[in-house]
């Protein structure tokens, strides 16, 4: 299951000390409210103090709002990765090899994925649900901060950062190992031929 430790994807995209957080980040929730499928582009860039060098990879994120999260990695090899209803799907077509295994969103090992289902469906209560988040905006920026509620010795640590009133454009997630993952994203893309590119993922991530 440790390929499913950097599924990690988005959207585009708690509880707070302060009591005007609480309020905000439920208009920013409104704001990124959509039932539309959409593509978004990504880098990723992963280290660990193991690695000589950083890892590098690139691709798409998509959605279908609320039950299909598909991440298509380009760069350094294709592979595909999903969440669709309650499955995990991963596939690697030049192996030819594909995994399934159920998806528990209250599960410690799929808490920095849960919190992409949360954001991009805008399911704030499921944030609660799940994380300590500290919400702030400074300069039109606002930042969540996120920590596993169910263990709060956990070192895993997520941070998303986005412009005031827009889904996320980075996000920053802290393994328990060490390794950190690091996403910039951009160039979203709502056209019909998004959704007819995401059934055909979504058919070939459930082949066998």
């Not at 799940?130 to 400074?138: A, G, I, P």
């Not at 889904?167 to 994203?185: D, K, M, W, Y």
Request: glycine share 4%; aromatic share 12%.
């Amino acid at each position: 299951m440790c390929i499913f430790n950097y599924l990690l994807f988005v959207s585009f995209f708690l509880v707070s000390p302060y009591s005007y957080a609480g309020e905000s980040l439920s208009q920013l929730m409104k704001q990124l409210k959509s039932d539309s499928a959409f593509q978004i582009s990504y880098k990723e860039t992963r280290t660990l103090e193991l690695m000589d060098k950083p890892w590098y990879g690139n691709g798409y994120l998509y959605s279908i709002p609320p039950n299909i999260m598909i991440r298509e990695q380009l760069q350094p090899k294709r592979l595909l990765m999903g969440i669709i209803d309650d499955k995990l799907f991963y596939f690697d077509p030049e192996n030819n090899r594909h995994f399934e295994d159920d998806f528990d969103i209250e599960s410690p090992r799929t808490l920095s994925i849960a919190v992409f289902k949360a954001l991009i469906n805008a399911d704030e209560s499921l944030l609660h649900r799940l994380y300590t988040v500290d919400y702030s905006t400074v300069n039109k920026i606002w930042t969540m901060d996120l920590k596993p509620k169910q263990d709060p010795d956990s070192s895993l640590n997520i941070k998303v950062f986005g412009v005031e009133g827009q889904p996320a454009n980075r996000f920053e997630i802290t393994q328990e190992e060490g390794e950190v993952s690091e996403f910039e994203l951009q160039n979203k893309n709502k056209s019909l031929a998004i959704k007819v590119k995401i059934e055909q993922l979504s058919q070939t991530l459930q082949r066998k």
